[in-house]
């Protein structure tokens, strides 16, 4: 079964993270990482190859330093990768990186694509369906546990009070949650490996994507302006010398929440 | 004026809030596929309804509701189309932002009548307004964005009939699975959410977190390294990946306040932490904090809030 994973590069979401000049997200710092759900992907990616043979693509969309995201997935252990890089891709909605990512789709072989059920730093959780539409395949996405034969894919698709079980006839696009396993690490021997796997860099007009469609001028939303979240005003701090329960009751009585 | 075109899943609080926002922009026409959508969209002010007759739409994931969607957004050209924020709205929406080849903003929190659109970037550290360039606006609003107002009127209501097209029923749902509910609030709604993180230490543990809740009349929520470790079920998991809330009390124990939990609990009118550490970041945003053990202030309080009451 060969499987495409779907990464994105994003600044790292635990650290203070900040829009450029032209208002996109600044990715020129130096923290960058992973998608931190498309960890999840990999390893479900993997897990599945371990059990059913074949390959696993890893398919990204970035800028050159996306490089070492892509470095990172074949050290885990994925065969080999297709990184799109463009000067033109810069400041492109999800639509436009949907018509991209399809393209790219198209130029690889596969039975099930597998992404993260919503990247950290834009957080749309859009994109897996958005590429279900241009492919014409099922999506199945949000999904908790997977399990597939080879010819059909089960998901378990989370929702807030339980879960919907779904089927369908792959070719299919799941995307995955955090609960779905606990990614595993790059070994040594695994990130020795990863220098010697095939990567292959292409650009929007090797993809028959035209420039003009994408980045700002093909973008139908535009952000008009952004503002740092004013702090909250700062709070009464107690430190409990004996009394801390009974302050915060009173706290809680003066608010009327009791 | 425009007409808003809104997508009303349910009769839940959620979609009452999408319904009182679209009401501000413009004559609402609703999307109802149930009686309970259909007459919450009359009690929160549409002017229309649709109300779809789709036999079997709920044996299949996202697509025949999609199909039903898209052909209702041609034919009624909105200015406006809006959907509340959960995976099933923001999975419709990337389907007609697809078809239709037009911008989608999620997660909005606000908008005004000229498109101009309220979004959180970063866990909410940046505020961004945005728009659409080009065609209508399509955006999904966040949940707690405002305080849903009821204006109940008679909308004449259009049937729709509607048939489940063979390439529409490529993903099934094959069985639905609720867990209980319990007796407590529901987590995304509630007015009083106290959430405990790893410093409760144990599943055993977190009945304190339960008694307090109860006493307060609230929903229990968790960090992400308290479901992690098994102390207390996934779904009650507050945070980015997690359900986010906006109580008017959220009572943090034994969380540090880190930002992908701050992302889903930091629009809450009243922030109030319990901490051991003094230079837990929580601090940082609570109105009220106590420093201390939790298992000596928690059960103290309890017995102070018992006395008041
Ligand atoms: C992609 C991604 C998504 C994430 N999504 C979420 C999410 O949705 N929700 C979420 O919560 N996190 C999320 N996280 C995890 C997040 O980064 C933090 O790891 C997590 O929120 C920490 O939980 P905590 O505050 O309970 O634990 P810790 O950070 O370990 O804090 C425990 C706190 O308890 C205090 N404490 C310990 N004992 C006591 C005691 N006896 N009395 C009083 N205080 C005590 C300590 O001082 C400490 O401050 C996500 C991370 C990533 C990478
Ligand atoms: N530029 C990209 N390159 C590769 N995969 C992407 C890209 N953008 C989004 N994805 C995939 O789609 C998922 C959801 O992204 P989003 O809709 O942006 O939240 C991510 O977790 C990735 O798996």
Same mark, same amino acid.
């Given at each position: 079964?060969?499987?495409?994973?779907?990464?994105?590069?994003?600044?790292?979401?635990?650290?203070?993270?900040?829009?450029?000049?032209?208002?996109?997200?600044?990715?020129?710092?130096?923290?960058?990482?992973?998608?931190?759900?498309?960890?999840?992907?990999?390893?479900?990616?993997?897990?599945?190859?371990?059990?059913?043979?074949?390959?696993?693509?890893?398919?990204?969309?970035?800028?050159?330093?996306?490089?070492?995201?892509?470095?990172?997935?074949?050290?885990?252990?994925?065969?080999?990768?297709?990184?799109?890089?463009?000067?033109?891709?810069?400041?492109?909605?999800?639509?436009?990186?949907?018509?991209?990512?399809?393209?790219?789709?198209?130029?690889?072989?596969?039975?099930?694509?597998?992404?993260?059920?919503?990247?950290?730093?834009?957080?749309?959780?859009?994109?897996?369906?958005?590429?279900?539409?241009?492919? &014409?395949?099922?999506?199945?996405?949000?999904?908790?546990?997977?399990?597939?034969?080879?010819?059909?894919?089960?998901?378990?698709?989370?929702?807030?009070?339980?879960?919907?079980?779904?089927?369908?006839?792959?070719?299919?696009?799941?995307?995955?949650?955090?609960?779905?396993?606990?990614?595993?690490?790059?070994?040594?021997?695994?990130?020795?490996?990863?220098?010697?796997?095939?990567?292959? +860099?292409?650009?929007?007009?090797?993809?028959?994507?035209?420039? @003009?469609?994408?980045?700002?001028?093909?973008?139908?939303?535009?952000?008009?302006?952004?503002?740092?979240?004013?702090?909250?005003?700062?709070?009464?701090?107690?430190?409990?010398?004996?009394?801390?329960?009974?302050?915060?009751?009173?706290?809680?009585?003066?608010?009327?929440?009791? | 004026?425009?007409?808003?075109?809104?997508?009303?899943?349910?009769?839940?609080?959620?979609?009452?809030?999408?319904?009182?926002?679209?009401?501000?922009? =413009?004559?609402?026409?609703?999307?109802?596929?149930?009686?309970?959508? @259909?007459?919450?969209?009359?009690?929160?002010?549409?002017?229309?309804?649709?109300k779809v007759e789709a036999a079997g739409v709920d044996d299949y994931f996202v697509d025949p509701k999609a199909t039903v969607l898209i052909d209702l957004v041609r034919q009624s050209t909105p200015g406006f189309f809006l959907l509340p924020s959960t995976d099933e709205g923001k999975a419709l929406a990337a389907r007609v932002a697809v078809a239709l080849e037009t911008g989608l903003l999620t997660d909005v929190s606000g908008l005004e009548a000229d498109g101009t659109a309220t979004q959180d970037a970063f866990a909410g550290a940046t505020v961004v307004k945005s728009k659409a360039t080009k065609g209508f606006t399509?955006?999904?609003?966040?949940?707690?964005?405002?305080?849903?107002?009821?204006?109940?009127?008679?909308?004449?209501?259009? +049937?729709?009939?509607?048939?489940?097209?063979?390439?529409?029923?490529?993903?099934?749902?094959?069985?639905?699975?609720?867990?209980?509910?319990?007796?407590?609030?529901?987590?995304?709604?509630?007015?009083?959410?106290?959430?405990?993180?790893?410093?409760?230490?144990?599943?055993?543990?977190?009945?304190?977190?339960?008694?307090? @809740?109860?006493?307060? =009349?609230?929903?229990?929520?968790?960090?992400?390294?308290?479901?992690?470790?098994?102390?207390?079920?996934?779904?009650?998991?507050?945070?980015?990946?997690?359900?986010?809330?906006?109580?008017?009390?959220?009572? @943090?124990?034994?969380?540090?306040?880190?930002?992908?939990?701050?992302?889903?609990?930091?629009?809450?009118?009243?922030?109030?932490?319990?901490?051991?550490?003094?230079?837990?970041?929580?601090?940082?945003?609570?109105?009220?904090?106590?420093? &201390?053990?939790?298992?000596?202030?928690?059960?103290?309080?309890?017995?102070?809030?018992?006395?008041?009451?």
């Amino acid at each position: 079964m060969n499987i495409v994973v779907l990464v994105k590069q994003v600044p790292d979401s635990g650290l203070a993270r900040q829009l450029d000049d032209q208002l996109r997200v600044d990715r020129n710092g130096a923290n960058n990482v992973m998608g931190e759900l498309d960890e999840y992907a990999v390893e479900a990616a993997l897990q599945l190859k371990e059990a059913h043979g074949g390959e696993v693509t890893v398919l990204t969309l970035g800028p050159s330093q996306a490089t070492e995201t892509v470095r990172k997935t074949l050290a885990m252990g994925a065969d080999k990768a297709l990184h799109i890089e463009d000067d033109a891709v810069g400041g492109s909605d999800a639509l436009a990186t949907s018509k991209i990512l399809a393209a790219a789709l198209g130029r690889l072989e596969w039975d099930l694509v597998i992404a993260g059920a919503e990247s950290t730093d834009s957080g749309m959780g859009i994109m897996p369906q958005m590429l279900a539409a241009r492919t &014409g395949v099922p999506a199945l996405t949000g999904a908790r546990k997977i399990d597939t034969d080879g010819t059909a894919i089960t998901v378990e698709h989370q929702r807030a009070n339980g879960y919907d079980v779904l089927t369908a006839s792959l070719p299919a696009i799941v995307s995955v949650w955090d609960t779905i396993n606990t990614p595993r690490y790059p070994s040594l021997k695994g990130i020795m490996a990863a220098k010697r796997k095939p990567v292959e +860099t292409l650009a929007l007009s090797d993809l028959g994507v035209d420039a @003009a469609e994408v980045g700002p001028s093909g973008a139908n939303n535009e952000v008009l302006s952004a503002a740092e979240r004013p702090p909250r005003t700062a709070g009464q701090i107690v430190t409990d010398e004996g009394q801390g329960g009974t302050a915060l009751a009173e706290f809680l009585a003066a608010e009327k929440f009791i | 004026m425009t007409d808003i075109l809104v997508y009303v899943p349910n009769s839940s609080k959620h979609a009452a809030e999408v319904l009182t926002l679209a009401r501000s922009l =413009g004559d609402v026409a609703a999307i109802a596929f149930d009686d309970a959508a @259909a007459s919450l969209a009359g009690e929160y002010g549409a002017a229309k309804v649709h109300k779809v007759e789709a036999a079997g739409v709920d044996d299949y994931f996202v697509d025949p509701k999609a199909t039903v969607l898209i052909d209702l957004v041609r034919q009624s050209t909105p200015g406006f189309f809006l959907l509340p924020s959960t995976d099933e709205g923001k999975a419709l929406a990337a389907r007609v932002a697809v078809a239709l080849e037009t911008g989608l903003l999620t997660d909005v929190s606000g908008l005004e009548a000229d498109g101009t659109a309220t979004q959180d970037a970063f866990a909410g550290a940046t505020v961004v307004k945005s728009k659409a360039t080009k065609g209508f606006t399509l955006a999904t609003v966040k949940q707690g964005a405002l305080d849903p107002a009821p204006a109940p009127g008679s909308p004449a209501v259009e +049937t729709v009939t509607a048939n489940v097209a063979e390439s529409d029923q490529r993903v099934r749902v094959a069985e639905r699975v609720d867990e209980p509910a319990g007796d407590r609030p529901n987590l995304a709604e509630a007015r009083i959410v106290v959430s405990g993180g790893r410093g409760v230490g144990s599943s055993e543990d977190f009945a304190l977190v339960e008694r307090v @809740a109860d006493a307060l =009349g609230g929903a229990v929520g968790a960090s992400r390294a308290a479901t992690d470790a098994g102390y207390y079920p996934h779904k009650f998991q507050v945070g980015q990946t997690g359900t986010t809330v906006s109580p008017q009390l959220y009572l @943090a124990v034994g969380i540090s306040g880190a930002i992908q939990h701050r992302a889903g609990m930091q629009t809450s009118r009243t922030i109030v932490a319990v901490n051991k550490d003094a230079d837990a970041p929580i601090f940082g945003m609570a109105d009220f904090g106590v420093v &201390g053990d939790l298992f000596e202030i928690l059960p103290q309080a309890l017995e102070a809030i018992e006395k008041r009451k």
